[in-house]
C-alpha cells in the first residue's frame, strides 16, 4: 500500500513475487532504506550509496553580490574583498 518503486523480486521463499518488493521508508538511521513485499509484507534493509558531492550551490544572494562585483556597482564595504575573491 504504502511501497513505491523501483519495484524488484521478493526473495521470500514462500512469496516469490515478481516486482513486487518496492521502497518503503528512505533515511532510516545508518543511512539505508527499507524495502517492504506488497503481497507478503517481507522486509529488508539496504545501504544506500556513500556520498561523493563536487556541486557547490549558489543562491540568489550569492550570484547578486558577484553580479555586482563584474559591474563595478557593489558598495566597498568589509565584505567586497570576500565578493572579489568569490567571482574570479
Not at 511501497?3 to 545508518?30: A, S, W, Y
Not at 549558489?58 to 574583498?81: H, I, Y
Amino acid at each position: 500500500m504504502f511501497e513505491r518503486g523501483p519495484f524488484k523480486k521478493c526473495p521470500n521463499v514462500v512469496c516469490k513475487g515478481e516486482d513486487t518488493l518496492g521502497i518503503l521508508v528512505t533515511g532510516t538511521p545508518g543511512n539505508t532504506f527499507t524495502r517492504r513485499c506488497t503481497q507478503c509484507r517481507h522486509m529488508e534493509l539496504e545501504f544506500l550509496p556513500a556520498l561523493d558531492k563536487k556541486v557547490v550551490y549558489l543562491d540568489q544572494f550569492a550570484v547578486s553580490e558577484m553580479w555586482k562585483v563584474q559591474n563595478g556597482t557593489r558598495r566597498q564595504d568589509a565584505l567586497t574583498p570576500f565578493w572579489q575573491e568569490t567571482h574570479k
